[in-house]
Every structure is written in structure tokens, then in C-alpha cells.
């Protein structure tokens, strides 16, 4: 059980935080349809926060809009096609009583040889990763001046192992963590903080054909020392935490929420 005015522990097991702590705040979350960003902007909304999701597939965030539950809206559009991350952000803020967060979440990803990657293959995994971050950031920042807030981009812990067949997606999350790092030293006279989660092996639809692979699903729970694969909420539950008031002196950080895989100096 738990008191009325706070999370279902059930649900978030490690965070224990007030229901009201984000009310009147206002959350964008690019990639809300599925997986990381839905289980982000559930979170942001159980605790009070005005939500817009944001993706390609209508009937997608339609679906998780009705799970997300309280003040949610939705927004279709590709982060990253030229011209739409304007539009994104202006129709969300119609809907957002001001900008708090901006979760840069949506990605995609591929594997295979360099050799036999096409230049569309290259261009769509840069768009999506690293086009898109910087084109939904730079329209969101005359509002998060506004309100002093927050940006989480979503990276992983492949942005600094080495793996062979992973060149364009990994390089793509490298580039996205030095961004972080940067904007974080741009935008700090602003009052914005910038900082990204780099999650090890989570249970979404974008890791699925990782997964099924046995062997590289056992290899991988064998290096984690917490011996689990991650879910959705162990994401959005750090992603909340760097979007709290109790974490307004970090900025420009990389935090690997991994269960401990892939751990560096």
C-alpha cells in the first residue's frame, strides 16, 4: 500500500515522489508512442504534468495517450523530416501550459557491416538521432528560457562501447552525447540544464531483434551486474529524476541507467 498523495510503488518501485510534484508543468516527448517515451510521459502525467507525445503513427499515440491517462495530447510528426520540428513544437504549445521538459527520446536504430549500409540507411539513422535532437531543441528553447527548464536526450551505452556492425547507429548516440555536453555550456547563462540517460538493453520494440537473439540476449544479461534486461520504467525513472527540482545543479551529464553494463571510468 501507499499514502494517497504519492506514487504506485508497484508501479515505480525506486522513486518515491509527491503526485503533485510537475503539476501545471508542461512535458514534451518526441518517440511518446512506445516503449521509453511512453512509459516517460505516463510517469510525468502520474505526477502531475500536462504531456504531449510526439510521433509518426496516429493510431499509435492514440493507444498510449488512453494508457498515458490524465492531461495528455498528442502530436504526429517526424523529428526527423526538415520542417516538421517547428510545427511539432508550435502545436504543442498550444496544447502545454508552458514548457518545463523536453525529452528528446525518438530514435532509431541499425546493425550490420558499414560495407553493406546504403546512404539512406546512414542519412535516415542521423535524421531520426541527431537531426532531430538538435532541430526539437533549438525550437523549444525560447520557451524552456521561459521557465529555466529542462532537456533529456535519450542516448545509449553503445554511444561508447565498441561493437562491430554497429558504426552508424552507435556514432549517431556519440554525436548526441557531445550535444549534450555542448548545449549544456551554451544554454547555462540561460538557466536550461541539458543532460541524456544511456540506457543498457531495455524491453521495447526497438531492441526486439536483439533480444530474440538468445545468445546475445544471455551474453548481455551476463555482463550487467544487476543480471536483469532494463524496462521502460527504469528510464523513465531517471529521466524524471534529472527533471526534478532536487537535481537543478547537474547539467551536461551523461548517466548511464544500464543495470551496470558496459560500466567506464
Not at 543532460?195 to 551476463?222: C, H, K, Q, Y
Amino acid at each position: 500500500m501507499y499514502d494517497s498523495d504519492r506514487v504506485n510503488f508497484e508501479y515505480y518501485p525506486t522513486w518515491s515522489v509527491k503526485m503533485s510534484e510537475f503539476s501545471g508543468k508542461g512535458v514534451l516527448v518526441t518517440g511518446g508512442g512506445s516503449g521509453i517515451g511512453k512509459a516517460t510521459a505516463k510517469m510525468f502525467a502520474d505526477l502531475g504534468a500536462h504531456v504531449a507525445i510526439v510521433g509518426r503513427r496516429a493510431d499509435v499515440l492514440e493507444s498510449a495517450k488512453s494508457e498515458i491517462g490524465g492531461n495528455c495530447t498528442v502530436v504526429v510528426g517526424d523529428v526527423g523530416k526538415i520542417g516538421d520540428p517547428k510545427r511539432i513544437v508550435e502545436e504543442a504549445m498550444k496544447q502545454l501550459p508552458k514548457l518545463d521538459v523536453v525529452v528528446n527520446n525518438a530514435g532509431t536504430f541499425t546493425m550490420g557491416p558499414l560495407v553493406e549500409a546504403s546512404d539512406e540507411e546512414i542519412e535516415r539513422v542521423y535524421r531520426v538521432n541527431v537531426f532531430g535532437t538538435f532541430a526539437i531543441s533549438r525550437e523549444c528553447l525560447k520557451h524552456l528560457t521561459k521557465t529555466k527548464g529542462s532537456i533529456v536526450n535519450v542516448s545509449t551505452v553503445m554511444s561508447k562501447g565498441v561493437m562491430g556492425g554497429a558504426s552508424i547507429y552507435s556514432s549517431s548516440k556519440a554525436a548526441l552525447d557531445h550535444l549534450t555536453r555542448i548545449l549544456a555550456a551554451e544554454l547555462g547563462g540561460t538557466g536550461i540544464r541539458v543532460n541524456a540517460v544511456a540506457p543498457g538493453m531495455t524491453e521495447t520494440d526497438m531492441t526486439a531483434s536483439v533480444r530474440s537473439d538468445s545468445n546475445m540476449l544471455e551474453a548481455t544479461i551476463g555482463q550487467t551486474p544487476l543480471g536483469r534486461v532494463g524496462k521502460p520504467e527504469d528510464i523513465a525513472g531517471t529521466i524524471v529524476a534529472l527533471s526534478r527540482a532536487e537535481t537543478s545543479w547537474v547539467t551536461g551529464q551523461i548517466i548511464q541507467s544500464s543495470g551496470g553494463l558496459m560500466l567506464t571510468p
